[in-house]
């Protein structure tokens, strides 16, 4: 049994908890322009990585408001938890943000142009 | 070999040749079966296959022996980072049916039931597959309405399929508490009575020693650690026992496809989750049929050896540890406790979780990649044990022939991207 810190109420049990799956998947703002396979990628394809998972939960027993968690998918170790609309601060969480493929995908970029144009200030 | 029609099982392929005997039981008894000969051979991988399988599981080592039995390609590896069987395949429930909603799935899993119906004298294996009916149970009117549409679809697809009273549910399964005030009552069900269940480790041992029999290599504690690619094309995989070159890839890992899948830089529409299963001690037969329940997700079977088998639903967040969370066989204890008193004060013996690669449409993915002569057979999520033998069976014509059959065809990966899913949850009238 997980025990995860809600930031909002405390730890408490898994079972108060659901989880969102992966977290920072933009929806594509360019909706008509984007093609179906860059759609596919928003809608369907997933991060599935074995090791540092970022994903959303949802403390639904208790305050109902959605946050992100950095967790481990072998251990099961909560490395950070953050809140919805901002990004991980620990190395391990902000490495794996970096390196996630859906940084380059074309639904991301549409969403958050000001970043592609930065040249990624990540 | 191709004068046998695929659809009518594959009796008269090659199996394994016969080796046991009551005689050499007894004669073996003499020095406590101390010299047993190997089931299949343990070889050094070679520098060059025309196929590797990775994925040493059911579904790969079936691959590979329709690869060998049906195409003739036989300079092939299953490649298996563990032991043959010891990942998802020997950590099922073991239950087996056909009784599915859509066409495409009917097409599939009841070309796999067909090949099971014949299994056991294909591979000259015994693997003690009993029809001893799967039974689902209804707990709501809606449910039990949404159910005998479901069983008309299955029959119009010319699988059997029948709907039952609780009166007859009692009669089927006298050990069912089917009171109408439980928190759950048993509304009715449907049966299929050509399902049921086959011994996990011998279907692996089966395929195994029968593609053995035809020259497969099978190089267990061998783990993959990269793809090598040359542009769009693959030439070979890269192993903890050095580099194989082979122009064919197929991948049958579960839970890794993700993994396995990144190493070619493919993406997957998939969720690894573990899947619970408990058994309890041993006790006298009380159950000779399996029972589901989709609404409080719980499946129950007996063993031959007296354990009860039960499985729960799917964790509901991703997992590589091969261990799920308390709070999920917890719940399907207290739902089969319901339904059948007579378990509330056994004692669980063992409880194991597995890795399951779920798909957003419940349905697995046997498909091509963009990345020529790499293939991908997964996303059977909680369901693929049923499947060994068909999704082995078109796996291994895909890889052969280089283009889906008719069956394999709509669970192209590309169906993601076209919309055109096989929606199955829920559908199939149980837990996935």
Redesign the interface.
Known sequence: MLIITCPFCGPRDEVEFACGGEAHVARPLADNKISDADFADYLFMRDNPKGLFLERWRHSAGCRRWFNVARDTVSNEIVEIYLMGSLPVKTAAKTTYKTSWRRDTAAEKAATPSRSKAGGSK | MAQNHPDRGQRGLPGGTPRYSAFALAKKAMNYHQDWQRAWRDPEPKAEYDAVIIGGGGHGLATAYYLAAVHGLTNIAVIEKGWIGGGNTGRNTTIIRSNYLWDESAAIYEHSMKLWEGMSQDLNFNVMFSQRGVLTIAHSEHELREMSRRVHAIRLNGIDSEILGPAEIKKFVPTINIDQSIRYPVMGGFLQRRGGTARHDAVAWGYARAADDLGVDIIQKCEVTGLRRQGRKIIGVETSRGFIKTKKVGCVVAG?S??VA?MAGI??????RPLQALVSEPIKPILDTVIMSNAVHMYISQSDKGEMVLGAGVD??????QRG???VPEHMLAAAVELFPVLSRLRMLRHWGGIVDTC?DASPIISKTDIEGLYFDCGWGTGGFKATPGSGHVFADLIANDRPNKIAAPYSLDR???GLLIDEHGAAGVAH
């Open positions: 890794h993700s993994v990144a993406r997957l529409p998939i969720a690894s509901k967040y991703n997992s590589y540890a969370s308390f709070p957003p993601f991207r076209t």
